[in-house]
C-alpha cells in the first residue's frame, strides 16, 4: 500500500484481530470483505463508516429557493402590447415606468415567457428617415419617469411563441444592471 499520509490506522483491526485469536491478517481480511475498507482499517479524516448511513437531508422549500434580489423601485402604468395579426412574430411593449428611488435605474434586458427574446428598443429619426435601434441600456431616472412609446424607447418581443388575443394579459420582466427585476403585466390591444 503507498503511503498516504492523510490517512491513520484505526484501533478497531486490532481488536477484531484479538477476538480472532490474534490474527492480524484475519482483522484486515475482515475488515476489508466483512465491513468495508474505509471506516475501518484505515480512516479519512472527516469520513466513517457511519457518515455512509446518514439519513437523507431535509430542505424545506423556503429554503430550497435561491435568494431573490430585491426588487427593482419601479411602477409601471398603462403598460401594454400591441396586437398583431397571426403569423406575425414580433411586437411592442408600450407604457411608462416611474423610478420611486433617488438614484436611476438602468435596465439592461427584459424577457418573456410568450417570445423567444426581447430586445430594448429606441425609436431614432436621422433627416427624414425614421427607423429602430437596439438600445443596450435604457435608464429610468431617479424619481422619474421613462415613458415607453412607439416614438422612443420600447421594448420589443420577437419570436412570438403563438398568437397574441387582444383582451389578453401577458407578463413581461425586465431586468436591471445590478441583478433586480420587475414584472409587469401588459394588457394586448389594437392599436
Known amino acids: 500500500m503507498p503511503h498516504a499520509p492523510h490517512l491513520r490506522p ?3 483491526p486490532l481488536l477484531v ?3 480472532l485469536g490474534g490474527s492480524v491478517l484475519g482483522g484486515w481480511v475482515l475488515g476489508w470483505v466483512g465491513l468495508g475498507w474505509i471506516g475501518v482499517g484505515w480512516a479519512v479524516p472527516g469520513w466513517s463508516a457511519s457518515a455512509r448511513q446518514a439519513t437523507p437531508l ?3 422549500p423556503a429554503q430550497a429557493r435561491p435568494p431573490q434580489p430585491p426588487a427593482l423601485p419601479l411602477r409601471a402604468t398603462g403598460a401594454w402590447v400591441v396586437a398583431v395579426p397571426p403569423g406575425t412574430g414580433e411586437t411592442s411593449v408600450f407604457g411608462t415606468l416611474t ?3 433617488a438614484r436611476p435605474v438602468v435596465l439592461r434586458s ?3 415567457p410568450l417570445a423567444a427574446h ?3 428598443m429606441n425609436t431614432v429619426t436621422t433627416g427624414t428617415m425614421t427607423g429602430m435601434e437596439a438600445a443596450r ?6 424619481r422619474g419617469h421613462l415613458v415607453l412609446g412607439d416614438l422612443g424607447a420600447h421594448i420589443m418581443l420577437m419570436g412570438l411563441k403563438r398568437p397574441l388575443k387582444p383582451g389578453e ?3 413581461v420582466t425586465l431586468h436591471s444592471t445590478d441583478g433586480r427585476r420587475l414584472v409587469l403585466s401588459a394588457a394586448v390591444r389594437k392599436p
Open 137 to 142: 441600456t435604457l435608464t429610468v431616472p431617479a
Open 10 to 12: 484505526k484501533l478497531l
Open 58 to 60: 431535509r430542505v424545506s
Open 110 to 112: 427584459a424577457t418573456a
Open 118 to 120: 426581447a430586445m430594448l
Open 99 to 101: 423610478n420611486t428611488s
Open 17 to 19: 484481530s484479538a477476538a
Open 169 to 171: 394579459t401577458i407578463s
